[in-house]
């Protein structure tokens, strides 16, 4: 059972004031928690129904917390979901050694919806960035939401907040993406860089513009106005890793 | 003012039972009524709030269907969304023509998120394919959550429903993306071609493999275990676009 204390205070931490203020933060579903064990965070406590814990006995036999049944409707008052409602940790928040600016970055510049930082974490993961920035406006990454969609990849994706204009001049290699900039097919990347991907709606702040050396378009061949800023990012990534100069 | 009539009718349209007895759908949200006036969709009713009505006359002087002026709060009540609650109209369902199998189409195998689903549109549009086919089983392309994830680009994108089994004989050049094809970064495609996407969750049905000729993998640098589908439709999409023999 979870006692109410527990309950609220789970619950509080759906709010980006009370993650800071306790220094913990909520993780959610299977996969993501799994993911979670095998990592280094350090887990406060855990909740799972009696059939995750069956299924999972030899991955849970690897948890430093320990492990408390409890029902699944117990666990959909105090989680964020409607669905995938077989677990739930609590963590405490990762230290965020200062960025390194000896490998690259992608970084972003006022990115809001929760999914799409998310979404973004996971494919810096698949494509080998350790590590992200993001602009100080951007969504908290400790969001459930965005939890939710790194899939796991939160526990090996740092993310970093900082204003981007005074960490853009630390790399010789800076990239943005613009709907004026070169066809991404046909660049010379170079590492260690910075890449810059704009916000959702307004794209590249003006201001960031003259700090970036290389802006880079990627071409399209139908009638959209635009990309999705998670997809722009796949994008890039992919071309970036396949056209670096080694 | 919405009527009690037009506002129960708009509602039962966020289920696909009615909107397929009504043969009519619903689209909601600037950027999408926006697109839709110009498409040859026709749009048989029209719900906006004064303020959009202003912002936006000289678009609407090209809608054919009478512009109803209504509260946003009404449109609010009516509608599938919390925000972006401006415009709203109902619209007739395009008779959808055959597959056109001298042109290239993206497939796909059980897509169940109807985010996901929208998103593909929007990248099909942006790479210039005007069809995608999904298996039967997959989210209804109507779906309020799909039309709204499009961005407009359901006015420009066919979405047919069929078996792939039955679809992918019809093609000379047929791609599958799985965890043990041949690097994407290395194909020399042809077309017109079919790419098969497969499940969210369970990626390519086993039994439509043997029907794919060439299976083909996006390279990881990193330790994510998957790329969400939308992700790999996009990444598939500019390396296709790319490399394709001409």
Redesign the interface.
């Known amino acids: 059972m979870i006692s109410n204390r527990d309950s609220k205070f789970i619950k509080s931490l759906q709010l980006k004031k009370f993650r800071q203020l306790e220094n913990q933060f909520v993780v959610e579903g299977a996969k993501n928690v799994l993911e979670l064990i095998q990592s280094e965070l350090k887990i406060i406590s855990l909740f799972a129904t009696a059939n995750f814990i069956e299924k999972h006995e030899i991955e849970l036999a690897n948890c430093q917390a320990s492990v408390n049944e409890v029902k699944e409707a117990e666990l959909k008052k105090v989680g964020s979901f409607v669905n995938n409602n077989a677990v739930l940790a609590v963590v405490e928040m990762p230290t965020v050694q200062s960025l390194d600016a000896s490998k690259s970055v992608l970084a972003f510049d006022r990115i809001k919806d929760p999914?799409n930082l998310g979404?973004v974490i996971?494919?810096?993961?698949?494509?080998?960035?350790?590590q992200i920035v993001c602009s100080s406006e951007s969504v908290d990454c400790f969001n459930p939401k965005v939890i939710s969609a790194t899939?796991?990849?939160f526990t090996?994706v740092k993310v970093h907040y900082a204003s981007l204009s005074d960490i853009l001049p630390k790399y010789n290699h800076t990239y943005g993406t613009t709907l004026q900039g070169d066809n991404i097919?046909e660049i010379h990347f170079e590492e260690p860089a910075i890449i810059v991907f704009g916000n959702e709606s307004q794209g590249l702040d003006d201001a960031l513009k003259p700090l970036i050396k290389q802006e880079v378009f990627?071409?399209?061949?139908?009638?959209?106005?635009?990309?999705?800023v998670?997809?722009s990012t796949?994008?890039f990534c992919?071309?970036f890793?396949?056209l670096l100069k080694r």
């Open positions: 999914g979404t996971r494919i810096a993961d698949w494509y080998g960035f350790d899939m796991g990849s090996r097919h990627i071409p399209g061949y139908g009638d959209a106005e635009s990309l999705n998670a997809i796949a994008v992919d071309n890793r396949r």
